[in-house]
Nanobody, 117 residues
Framework: QVQLVESGGGLVQAGGSLRLSCAAS????????MGWYRQAPGKQRERVAT????????YADSSVKGRFTISRDNAKYTVFLQMNSLQPEDTAVYYC??????????WGQGTQVTVSS
């Protein structure tokens, strides 16, 4: 199991930026993929962005494409989510995950992002 700790959430005004970090307890180099989900109040958890072992990125929703950027630093066991031009609808708890293939996914505890209008 990989322990994941998110940080970087907070309160920001619309149009602002935040950079989320997800620090893993072990090397992320061999993981299939890592990424971010979010869950807004009263809504289901939804995938936001994924980055593969080879660094290929995928953004699940057109609303975040061009505003969010996922990246990884294998040497620091860390995945980042740079979020720009934040909007109130981006308000959610953001969860980092690590995809270990047939061993399943490991999850962080989540970090709150609140965007005020």
């Amino acid at each position: 199991q990989v322990q994941l700790v998110e940080s970087g959430g907070g309160l920001v005004q619309a149009g602002g930026s935040l950079r989320l970090s997800c620090a893993a307890s072990a090397s992320i180099f061999s993981l299939n993929a890592m990424g971010w989900y979010r869950q807004a109040p009263g809504k289901q958890r939804e995938r936001v962005a994924t980055i593969s072992r080879g660094g290929i990125t995928h953004y699940a929703d057109s609303s975040v494409k061009g505003r969010f950027t996922i990246s990884r630093d294998n040497a620091k066991y860390t995945v980042f989510l740079q979020m720009n031009s934040l909007q109130p609808e981006d308000t959610a708890v953001y969860y980092c995950y690590a995809d270990r293939g047939i061993l399943g996914k490991d999850w962080g505890q989540g970090t709150q992002v609140t965007v005020s209008s």
